[in-house]
């Protein structure tokens, strides 16, 4: 299949919030999903965006409804052991354009953005049940941190952040 | 024990730059650091900077040949389901000033940027068998979301970096 992969424009933000909703189903936890079309399009394309997002579309041929059938959202991080990195939040391609490498496309992408950016590194997490990502990354050389060295993933959010920013230690 | 907490400014990269690694140690990783102070300096505390910091120091009647006993080191990330957040990478205190609060002092105090930021989350990493920081975060409410959801933290670098850059997938 005949797939181009490009930066996302501000235009892009529809096709992406219905796909961020279809990865949300695919992750069994669509009722998480708060961030609007709107949302994206302020904290995605102004002057210092919070994040970047590449767009794999395919020619209008092979289209079920859609051009844009793929996408990779991802931005940078900081280690204070090897410095600049890259953390690629979400790589998602809909379920009838799989199987075409659209999915390798993307990440290979991202990979060259990470390189030409000067990354030492680009993470990402999955999720223990979906074997076919897990193996999917690991075939390509990644390491699974949570299984290798142990790393888990904590969370503060909602009450819990709100508690930890009202109270005052003792001293 | 009075402990003041404030943003850290360039001259303040000498002595984060000595406890990355006194955390490395910690870490049981120290091999792994590769950042300088120069390039701490040049990242943190430019116009667009790619971390921010908060150090603890305390008053000289109880410092022990340092001043600065202690920094939290974060950065912004980005949820497509809740929007802006925040990644605390590294947050550490001396051993010798551990007890005193000095802790959940820092965490406080990013947890108060993050809400100030409007970020949804504060979220961070930890080890396995670091039960020490699983149970001091744990008791201030947070989730393990690697025990909870099954999230695993996967990383390309180095050599695997390279390869899915220079990968020329088949169309």
Chains 1, 2 share one sequence.
Not at 40 to 48: A, I, K
Not at 100 to 121: D, P, T, W
Not at 153 to 171: M, Y
């Amino acid at each position: 299949m005949n797939v181009n992969i490009r930066p996302a424009t501000r235009v892009d933000c529809k096709d992406i919030s219905r796909m961020i909703m279809e990865l949300a189903v695919y992750e069994k936890m669509p009722d998480q999903v708060k961030i609007t079309c709107e949302e994206l399009e302020r904290d995605g394309f102004h002057q210092n965006p919070f994040f970047e997002c590449l767009v794999a579309e395919v020619p209008e041929e092979n289209k079920d409804d859609f051009t844009t059938v793929g996408f990779a959202l991802y931005f940078y991080i900081y280690s204070t052991w090897k410095g600049r990195s890259m953390h690629l939040e979400d790589l998602y391609v809909m379920p009838q354009f799989r199987g075409f490498g659209i999915g390798k496309s993307l990440l290979n992408a991202v990979a060259q953005v990470a390189k030409e950016k000067r990354c030492a590194r680009l993470q990402l997490n999955v999720l223990d049940w979906n074997t076919a990502s897990r193996d999917f990354y690991a075939a390509k050389g990644a390491q699974d941190l949570t299984v290798e060295e142990g790393r888990h993933l904590v969370r503060f959010d909602g009450q819990s952040l709100e508690n930890l920013a009202n109270e005052t230690p003792k001293n």
